[in-house]
């Protein structure tokens, strides 16, 4: 699918919008707040899991793959939301978990007591070996079938075994079900770790007590796994986004993504979003500033670009729903201006567009204060070692859970989301209101708007496509880069301090857009400048 003139919008489900006053958000909840999407610009909606699931992670842990979870409504619900988008010109994709099922799953319940065609539908072995996943040992022993079954996330979420044919044919018969239903493509979550080494050799990166992500992660086999889904995706015309974190360089990137035998339209990587350097840092107080630099944001976006740009199609974000909030992450949480900066330095580089719920109108971190406010599997776990302050105090800057606080409508009691206190905490500290600023010209919003305009414009579509892009750092405060496509010329300054950038020597000419209402010449703390020769 050609990605010009798409903006994607990821929206974790139960934190969006609550239609129904049970405190958790819900499809209906999606659907009556289409509306606001329009207006924002957005064309794309990625969905976070919706399917029946145990809620172990999240959602991510399937239990049944043909039936909405209660929580968030009905297929019924489903249906009018794809339609209501429809209407609207926005696509939807949803979230497709196909390296894991829930244990609860009738698949495991059938694999556990050895019933075909479901014997070999996981990955089952007497005698375990060292892997480690990413939530520790790798293994788990089943009393039912008498053998340890492998998982790389959550000891509830066993690996599906690929192995199988049967496997991914079940997994294709699901696809095809939601496309015909309606929906406009998938996020593939985890896809990167379908295969795996088919020896299960002992590790020598697990024997020293480290993940060896080379066992299970961006197999050659992946490839194969995918390619009939993509044929698929290609019947319907619909997307197919990939998430390859792991062990993805930009060779395996371009072989994902590329236009001639690609498996995935596009595919995210985990490259920007922890540019700072500082996940593993548990005590941040004395650390003054979070931005990224200069010279590593050119780095890590142009290394994929020269890679991509000729041969496949890129997407840009800042973060989804495992990474923190922009606001709280790299900009300044005191200071609009740092977040339209940096919504402008990177939605006007070549690649598709995709926003974070709430992104757009500048949303916080939650600031928990204890153990029992966090929902994720990771961080209690985390907690229960120790839940001093300063641990909770970490997870608040790191933990996934702080970046899922539902979305910011209005000042009210529950800030629009529900007339009852929210499945998820909303947290302390300053929350941003939607609704008002959509009403005020100068808000982060409408900024955000603008430029979803100048992407959607066809006058602009050679920015995914140019001959040339030079970008440099200016000062080591900020950035500066050129679009060329023929005789069209796009030019942005971005000052990423607080202090003012001076002595450019910048040409007045066809500003197209800033997010300061004057440009003298020189760029405010956190001033960005768009310019055009047309």
């Given at each position: 699918m050609n990605i010009n003139g798409l903006i994607g919008y990821e929206i974790f489900v139960e934190s969006f919008y609550d239609s129904n006053n049970d405190g958790i958000g819900d499809l209906k909840g999606i659907s009556l707040k289409l509306d606001y999407l329009k207006t924002l610009g957005v064309t794309l909606l990625w969905l976070t899991p919706f399917n029946s699931s145990p809620q172990?992670?999240?959602g991510y842990d399937v239990n049944d793959y043909y039936s909405v979870d209660k929580r968030y409504g009905t297929i019924d619900d489903l249906k009018e939301l794809l339609d209501e988008a429809h209407k609207r010109g926005i696509k939807i994709i949803m979230d497709f978990v196909m390296n894991h099922t829930s244990d609860e799953h009738e698949w495991f319940e059938l694999s556990r007591k050895r019933i075909e065609p479901y014997n070999d539908f996981y990955i089952w072995r007497d005698k375990p070996n060292n892997w480690i996943g990413f939530a520790g040992d790798a293994w788990k022993y089943d009393?039912?079938?008498?053998?340890?079954?492998?998982?790389?996330?959550?000891?509830?979420?066993?690996?599906?075994?690929?192995?199988?044919?049967m496997v991914l044919s079940s997994m294709l018969e699901v696809a095809e079900y939601y496309l015909k239903l309606g929906i406009d493509g998938f996020r593939l979550d985890a896809v990167s770790h379908l295969a795996k080494e088919k020896t299960f050799r002992n590790s020598l990166k697990c024997k020293k007590g480290e993940i060896d992500t080379n066992k299970y992660s961006n197999r050659k086999e992946v490839f194969e796994y995918l390619r009939p889904l993509k044929k698929l995706s290609e019947k319907y015309n619909a997307i197919i986004v990939g998430e390859v974190g792991g062990n993805a360089g930009t060779r395996l990137l371009k072989k994902f993504t590329n236009y001639k035998d690609g498996v995935m339209d596009i595919a995210f990587t985990f490259n920007q979003t922890w540019m700072n350097d500082m996940y593993g840092?548990?005590?941040?107080?004395?650390?003054?500033?979070?931005?990224f630099t200069p010279k590593r944001f050119i780095h890590e976006y142009m290394n994929i670009y020269k890679a991509l740009h000729k041969n496949s199609q890129m997407v840009n974000y800042w973060l989804n729903h495992d990474h923190p909030r922009l606001a709280s992450h790299y900009g300044d949480e005191n200071n609009p201006y740092s977040l339209s900066a940096l919504a402008g330095l990177l939605y006007l580089l070549p690649g598709m567009p995709f926003i974070y719920y709430g992104e757009e109108i500048g949303m916080h971190n939650i600031e928990y204060t204890s153990i029992d406010?966090?929902?994720d599997a990771y961080a209690i776990e985390y907690l229960k070692e120790d839940d001093s302050l300063k641990r909770v105090k970490h997870l608040n800057r790191v933990n996934r859970d702080s970046s899922?606080?539902?979305?910011?409508?209005?000042?009210?009691?529950?800030?629009?989301?529900?007339?009852?206190?929210?499945?998820?905490?909303?947290?302390?500290?300053?929350?941003?209101v939607a609704l008002k600023q959509l009403n005020d010209e100068s808000s982060l919003f409408n900024f955000y708007r603008k430029i979803i305009e100048i992407r959607k414009s066809e006058e602009f579509y050679f920015i995914n496509h140019p001959d040339k892009l030079i970008m440099k750092p200016v000062q080591d405060k900020g950035i500066y880069y050129k679009i060329v496509k023929g005789n069209?010329?796009?030019?942005?300054?971005v000052n990423l301090t607080d202090t003012y950038l001076q002595n450019l020597k910048i040409d007045k000419k066809n500003l197209?857009?800033?997010?300061?209402?004057?440009?003298?010449g020189n760029l405010e703390p956190y001033q960005i400048v768009v310019f055009t020769n047309f």
């Open positions: 172990v992670d999240n009393d039912v079938r008498k053998q340890y079954y492998f998982h790389i996330f959550n000891e509830h979420q066993p690996d599906l075994n690929y192995q199988n044919p840092i548990e005590d941040a107080s004395n650390i003054k500033g979070k931005m406010e966090f929902h899922r606080g539902v979305m910011e409508w209005d000042s009210g009691k529950y800030l629009g989301f529900s007339d009852v206190v929210p499945f998820r905490s909303i947290g302390k500290g300053c929350h941003q069209k010329v796009l030019e942005v300054y197209l857009i800033s997010n300061f209402s004057t440009f003298s």
